[in-house]
C-alpha cells in the first residue's frame, strides 16, 4: 500500500522570503504522480502543482516547484517570493499510474503554512 | 462555468438520524470522489465511481452510502451507523488525472 507522510504540522514564514515544505511517500510503483494541493481557509482544495514520475525535470508554476528525488522518495514543495494569500493548508498527494479503476488520490496529512507580514 | 457544487455547506445531524450530503459536477468526469477531512488526519477516501451504477468502497466506508444514478451527480448518506460523522466533508471529480473539489459540506452531530 502507498503512503504519503509530511512531518511538518506547522511552518512559518515572513513574506517575500522561500518557504520549503516535506513530503516522502512509499510505494512499489514506478510509474505515479505526485501532487501538491492547498486549502486556503474556505477550505476549497487549490491543486498547485504535479509531477509526473517518469520525468526527470522539477515541474514549475510561478513561484511554486518541486524538488523530486525518486530514489529517495522524497517530493518537497518550494514557495518563492511568500504572499499572505498563501496562508494556507497544504497536502501533499499520490497517485498511481495506472491505477485502472482505482484512480484514487493518497493524501498526507497536511502542513499548515502562515505567512507572517 | 463548470465545477462541482457541494450543497448543503453546513448540516446538522441528531442521534440516530441519516442526512444525505449532495454533490453535482457538470464538468463530464466520469469518476466521483467522496473524502472525510478530520484535523491532523488529512483527506480520507470513503466511496468512489468510476461510471453511473458503480461505486466502490474506499478506506472508511462503514456507516456511508452512495449511489450513481447519473453521471452528474453521486450523492453521500451518512448513517445512523457511523458513530463519529462529525467532520468536514469533500467531493470532487475528475478524469483519469487530475481532480476537481467541491467546496465541501461541515457536518456536525447535535
Known amino acids: 500500500a502507498q503512503t504519503v507522510t509530511q512531518s511538518q504540522p506547522e511552518m512559518s514564514v515572513q513574506e517575500a522570503e522561500t518557504v520549503t515544505l516535506s513530503c516522502t511517500y512509499d510505494t512499489s510503483e514506478s510509474n505515479y504522480y505526485l501532487f501538491w494541493y492547498k486549502q486556503p481557509p474556505s477550505r476549497q482544495m487549490i491543486l498547485v502543482i504535479r509531477?509526473?514520475?517518469?520525468?526527470?525535470q522539477n515541474a514549475t508554476e510561478n513561484r511554486f516547484s518541486v524538488n523530486f528525488q525518486k530514489a529517495a522518495k522524497s517530493f518537497s514543495l518550494k514557495i518563492s517570493d511568500s504572499q499572505l494569500g498563501d496562508t494556507a493548508m497544504y497536502f501533499c498527494a499520490f497517485m498511481k499510474q495506472h491505477g485502472g479503476a482505482t484512480n484514487k488520490l493518497i493524501f498526507g496529512t497536511g502542513t499548515l503554512l502562515a505567512v507572517q507580514p | 462555468d463548470g465545477g462541482i457544487t457541494q450543497s448543503p455547506k453546513y448540516l446538522f445531524r441528531k442521534e440516530g438520524q441519516n442526512v444525505t450530503l449532495s454533490c453535482e459536477q457538470n464538468?463530464?468526469?466520469?469518476?466521483m470522489y467522496w473524502y472525510r477531512q478530520d484535523p491532523g488526519q488529512g483527506l480520507r477516501l470513503i466511496y468512489y465511481?468510476?461510471?453511473?451504477?458503480?461505486?466502490q468502497k474506499g478506506d472508511i466506508a462503514e456507516g456511508y452510502s452512495v449511489s450513481r444514478e447519473k453521471k452528474e451527480s453521486f450523492p453521500l448518506t451518512v448513517t445512523s451507523a457511523q458513530k463519529n460523522p462529525t467532520a468536514f466533508y469533500l467531493c470532487?471529480?475528475?478524469?483519469?488525472?487530475?481532480?476537481?473539489f467541491g467546496s465541501g459540506t461541515r457536518l456536525t452531530v447535535v
Open positions: 470532487a471529480s475528475g478524469p483519469r488525472v487530475g481532480y476537481t
Open positions: 465511481s468510476q461510471i453511473v451504477n458503480d461505486f
Open positions: 464538468l463530464n468526469h466520469d469518476a
Open positions: 509531477q509526473e514520475a517518469y520525468k526527470q
